[in-house]
């Protein structure tokens, strides 16, 4: 009730508490607390957006804006007086349901920074609340309430009402329409719906989807455990007997030969003991499996096998980038009796963290150079019919990249080659994301031969063409942003190019972020820094520590994170997590985390600088307020996405490798002069500043020429652009 003030010179005694007034309205001090709480809420809506104009905006339709400013702030405040002057409520009740509005208000907020709850969904869930509320003061069930919810807006409004008649069924209704549609991510909560009959029914779904999911949780002591192991389902039983055994997490890859009886947990105990058998045995294994796939045999184990199979490939590269100074025999012994199908695998896994010499170098020791070396015959052709096709589209995409898609196609008939360079841009309407499509068009700003240029825009129209004739849309979108992007390689210059584009793909600049955009509304630029708690992590902690100069930084620190203050210049505040040791790491995040969601602090900067596994819970922490993203080598398609989901007007900083603190922290340096200025971030300027910077650093200019800028992410500007005109046919339809 955000009009309501707490007047102490008109406060009055009456009976035996202290009441505020307001107008006819008296508000006892005792639940004053409760509206302040929920005021708090209210105000934290208005400014989501940086403005403090009391509109809240959820969307660039100003309809929708309108009802949830009605939402929150009208109806919130017309409840709020309903529950302080209806007489049938005692102080109890009065004060449930005003904490309950308050924390369906904080949960509202708390989502909606993290991208985890469609914001304009806020009108709904006011309306729940107001019906929910209104039935439970009756004595009638909420449950009918529920059915136009998500689970995400319905799962703490439903909390409040915990003595409802009617809660446990609205709780199952949530459940099981959210669970049906989120079977990946759904075990986690499984555990407070144990009870009701529907999760056993989700559980087997889940193990015939993603048997890796059931695993983790039938291996576990908890009453998850105890439900799947009392699950009658084949699939479900068979999990249980593989997490009996102690290499239960090797094993499960292997559960189709398990379910049709070609192999035992006894014998495939065996085959995984040694690492490298292993890694042999998933290869020869996914093949196999990858031609049962292309004759339509559904199947459950090829998922875990690919994730099995990139943590053992990365077990590899990580060994050979390591020993990037040895000679090419030390430095590749590891791998000296390879296949070129376990090579191929190796290289495909390795996008996030491959060095460019570990993939290809002038002694011809590369991971690619082994691969073609030892084909036989040595056509890249026949060794992607042995392997069913699987991933070729990611191969040549990277190969773009490395600079060696010419002398692969070269490997085989030119009928062939065109042939397979055909197949790489089709159908990719048909595929479930984008990353294929993502793929293609990170390819193309690395693909310099005007002829194989020209041939694959061809492509891309007639694929257009195709999809167009057939009512694609989908199809249409992919194809003609495809074809946009593909028409700017004669560009003059950068900044003209990626202006023409932003223009003619109706998005905002891709090639500068505005000063004033990165601003808080207190006119404070707020950063946040992430790091791990391994070696290299604490390193790069270390090494960061030192651009902060005492002259021209305050810096301040508590057991969880760092606080680095301008003292010139603009006002900038980073917060940078200390790397505490593993998995204390972990826990120092989720602290900060905490401490800025108390404050109200939303930062527009996000550093992430720690290896790829560690990007999972950089993301999960990552605002919807981020305009600056530097993912240094996490920037693949998945994490692409995941960014721009939550913050669609991110610019991502990426790497075709790993990154380095020899190029981040000149980056890092380079962004801080700038905002400490007062400057809007040009993308261009700041490259052409960094490139002149290396180009007499020979030993790290490579690792900064595989640096992507925002303005030259391909794959993220498609993204941006493909959810930009689906979100446009979404409001006309």
């Known amino acids: 009730m955000r009009k309501f003030l707490l007047l102490i010179g008109l406060a009055i005694v009456h009976g035996s508490g202290l009441w505020a007034q307001q107008g006819n309205l008296q508000i006892p001090i005792g639940r ?20 403090a104009d009391d ?41 449930k349901y005003l904490t309950g509005l308050g924390t369906v208000l904080k949960d509202y907020n708390y989502k909606r920074s993290r991208g985890n709850i469609n914001p304009e969904e806020a009108p709904a869930i006011i309306a729940a609340y107001k019906n929910m509320m209104a039935a439970d003061i009756k004595g009638r069930s909420i449950a009918p309430y529920v059915h136009n919810l998500s689970f995400e807006g319905g799962e703490k409004l439903v909390a409040v009402f915990n003595s409802n008649p009617g809660y446990s069924e609205a709780r199952a209704t949530l459940f099981g329409k959210f669970a049906s549609n989120n079977l990946e991510t759904i075990m986690p909560k499984v555990a407070d719906y144990l009870d009701y009959p529907i999760t056993d029914s989700i559980i087997a779904q889940v193990a015939h989807k993603y048997p890796n999911q059931v695993l983790t949780y039938a291996t576990s002591y908890t009453p998850t455990a105890k439900a799947i192991k009392r699950n009658t389902d084949p ?28 192999a035992t947990v006894e014998q495939l105990e065996k085959d995984v003991d040694n690492d490298d058998h292993y890694f042999k045995q998933m290869v020869k294994t996914l093949i196999a499996l990858n031609y049962k796939r292309a004759e339509g045999t559904q199947l459950l184990g090829i998922k875990s096998m690919n994730e099995n199979l990139k943590a053992k490939s990365l077990r590899y590269i990580r060994e050979v980038n390591d020993l990037h100074e040895e000679s090419a025999p030390v430095r590749f012994r590891i791998v000296k009796d390879f296949t070129p199908e ?29 691969m073609m070396a030892r084909m036989k015959p040595s056509r890249g052709d026949s060794l992607l019919m042995i392997l069913s096709f699987d991933r070729f589209k990611k191969f040549l995409a990277m190969a773009a990249g490395f600079n060696t898609l010419d002398n692969f196609l070269k490997s085989m008939e030119s009928s062939n080659s065109s042939y397979l360079m055909r197949k790489f841009v089709s159908s990719l309407e048909k595929t479930e994301d984008l990353e294929d499509a993502v793929d293609v068009a990170n390819s193309f700003g690395s693909i310099r031969d005007p002829k194989l240029l020209a041939f694959l825009r061809s492509e891309v129209q007639s694929n257009y063409n195709f999809v167009k004739k057939k009512r694609d849309r989908r199809g249409e979108v992919i194809y003609s942003l495809l074809g946009s992007l593909f028409a700017g390689e004669d560009k003059k210059n950068d900044s003209t190019w990626a202006s023409e584009m932003a223009a003619k793909l109706q998005l905002p600049p891709i090639n500068f972020v505005t000063f004033a955009d990165l601003q808080s509304d207190s006119g404070r630029i707020y950063q946040q820094v992430f790091f791990y708690g391994d070696k290299d992590g604490q ?79 950089t993301l999960d922490n990552l605002q919807s307020s981020a305009k600056i993203v530097v993912l240094g080598s996490c920037g693949g398609y998945h994490n692409l996405a995941t960014v721009l989901e939550k913050a669609p007007e991110a610019h991502i900083i990426s790497s075709k490798q790993v990154g380095t603190r020899w190029v981040n922290e000149p980056i890092i340096r380079n962004l801080e002069d700038n905002l400490r200025a007062g400057k809007n971030v040009d993308w261009v300027k700041m490259w052409a500043t960094l490139a002149g910077k290396f180009a007499g650093d ?6 900064f020429d595989d640096y992507v800028p925002p303005h030259k992410n391909l794959g993220a500007i498609f993204i941006k652009a493909y959810r930009q005109i689906m979100k446009d046919d979404g409001k006309k339809s």
Do not use: C
Not at 74 to 93: C, G, P
Not at 235 to 262: A, E, H, M, N, W
């Open 32 to 51: 004053q607390v409760f509206h302040d709480n929920i005021d708090k809420e209210q105000a934290a809506a208005i400014k989501f957006d940086g403005k």
């Open 55 to 95: 509109f809240v905006k959820v969307s660039d339709d100003e309809n929708i804006n309108l009802q949830a400013t009605n939402a929150i702030i009208k109806q919130v405040d017309e409840m709020q007086v309903a529950i302080e002057r209806d007489t049938s409520l005692d102080h109890r009740l009065k004060i």
């Open 235 to 262: 699939v479900v039983q068979t999990i249980v007997r593989i997490g009996q055994s102690p290499q239960s997490t090797k094993i499960l890859p292997f559960i189709d030969q398990l379910l049709d009886g070609s």
């Open 342 to 370: 376990e090579l191929y695998y190796l290289i495909i896994n390795g996008q996030d963290e491959l060095y460019t010499s570990s993939y290809t170098n002038h002694a011809g020791a590369g991971f690619y150079d082994q």
């Open 539 to 617: 390193d790069s902690y270390a090494s960061f520590m030192g651009n902060f100069p005492g002259g021209d930084w305050k810096v301040s620190s508590n057991a969880f994170w760092t606080t680095i203050t301008s003292l010139k210049g603009k006002p900038i505040t980073i917060f940078a997590n200390k790397p505490l040791n593993e998995p204390e790491d972990k826990t120092a995040i989720n602290k900060l985390s905490e401490y800025l969601d108390e404050h109200d602090i939303h930062p527009s900067v996000f550093i992430h600088r720690g290896h790829s596994y560690h990007v999972n819970t």
């Open 698 to 703: 020979a030993r790290n200019k490579q690792l």
